[in-house]
């Protein structure tokens, strides 16, 4: 099974240990990857300030990148929930339209590739240790996955997993929302982080960085410690392959 990792700006430019980790748990379970060099941002930031027609050539040029891939997976669900919108944004466009519907039947965020494609719920993982996974909107509401990272999480073993109070809340980042609106972005993320000290973890977990640097950042700034982790991460720590069951398909 080819698959082809969309890797995103901030684990591009930011966090590249995600995307290693990404690669690493995907080859593991038998995937072959490839990384596309001609993508880059999934035109959300200039799409969200107003320049629709702009980021048209953005969106093309995704589109010609992953073209020939069988799946596309990426690191972020806000940024798998931008892609997932392209035939929506293409939608008058005769040329462009079919490949976005294609791009987007193919595209899939990490955890839930895992979980929906692959069929799997236990990836080998040992991590010692108390965590809370937040819940990030864009991958929650855009991509509708409410399940696929609790499950894996569940079966990593030694990890205990702590609900988060008020988990449908935004963490106030929102890419251009906290540029924009940066005194409501700061009270939606001290109100995440309390949330977060509330539950007594000693490590964060989510889907998605944009997330988790604004809530780290928050928590840095406060001189308040955390362990903040992509869930790529988690899964990818003290592998025990045994205990990883392939399905034939994904072996062959």
Do not use: W
């Not at 039947?105 to 080998?124: A, N």
């Not at 980042?173 to 000290?197: A, L, R, Y």
């Amino acid at each position: 099974m080819r698959v082809s990792i969309f890797t995103s700006c901030v684990v591009d430019l930011m966090f590249p240990n995600v995307g290693i980790a990404m690669v690493e748990v995907l080859e593991r379970l038998g995937c072959q990857v490839d990384f596309p060099e001609k993508q880059i941002c999934c035109g959300q930031p200039t799409f969200n300030s107003g320049y629709e027609k702009k980021s048209k050539a953005t969106l093309i040029n995704q589109l010609e990148a992953f073209e020939n891939s069988d799946y596309v997976v990426g690191g972020a669900g806000s940024c798998v929930g931008m892609l997932r919108e392209y035939p929506d944004l293409l939608k008058d466009d005769d040329v462009y339209y079919p490949k976005a519907v294609e791009l987007a039947e193919k595209t899939y965020e990490f955890s839930q590739f895992i979980y929906r494609v692959l069929g799997l719920t236990d990836v080998g993982a040992c991590y010692e240790g108390k965590a809370t996974y937040h819940r990030s909107c864009h991958m929650t509401r855009l991509l509708g996955e409410r399940e696929a990272p609790f499950v894996l999480l569940d079966n990593v073993e030694g990890l205990e997993m702590i609900p988060l109070g008020h988990i449908e809340n935004c963490c106030g980042f929102g890419g251009t929302f906290s540029v924009k609106m940066p005194e409501i972005s700061e009270q939606m993320v001290t109100e995440k982080m309390n949330d977060v000290i509330n539950t007594g973890a000693d490590t964060l977990i989510s889907a998605d960085m944009g997330c988790l640097m604004n809530i780290g950042g928050k928590f840095n700034r406060d001189g308040n410690p955390i362990k903040i982790m992509h869930i790529a991460e988690i899964l990818n720590s003290n592998v025990d392959t045994s205990r990883i069951q392939l399905s034939s398909e994904v072996a062959n």
